[in-house]
């Protein structure tokens, strides 16, 4: 299951974080978004221990959702080290998102 993160939480979750770490920026009312949803909670159980993967909903925290220039959801970004090390815009296959965090493990 992914962790909720938002404006007040988020250094300390995502940046801070020893492991690679997946945001998904999305909101409640975004279609694209809930067609996501599923592929993160079975990312999240593939990658356990390796990789952590939190939803930010950018309506409850616009200060993280301006901070990384988020303009479109789904977003979701992929954080190594406390940075931003790939981006990933709209929704699509699970596939995708697995290749670009077996970039990050390697």
């Known amino acids: 299951m992914a962790l909720e ?3 007040i939480n988020f250094d300390e979750i995502v940046l801070n974080s020893e492991i690679p770490v ?3 920026f ?3 009312w975004c279609g694209p978004c809930r067609m996501i949803a599923p592929i993160m909670d079975e990312i999240s159980k593939d990658f356990t221990g390796r ?5 930010c ?3 409850n925290s ?3 959702a301006s901070k990384f220039g988020i303009r479109n959801i789904p977003t979701v970004l ?3 080290n406390g940075k931003v090390a ?3 815009v709209g929704a699509v296959p699970k596939s995708n998102f697995v290749n670009k965090i077996n970039n990050l493990l390697q």
Do not use: I, M, R, S
């Open 26 to 28: 999305w909101a409640e």
């Open 51 to 55: 990789v952590t993967v939190t939803k």
């Open 62 to 64: 616009p200060g993280v």
């Open 22 to 24: 997946l945001v998904d």
């Open 86 to 88: 790939d981006k990933q």
């Open 78 to 80: 992929f954080f190594k």
């Open 57 to 59: 909903d950018v309506d």
């Open 5 to 7: 993160v938002n404006d």
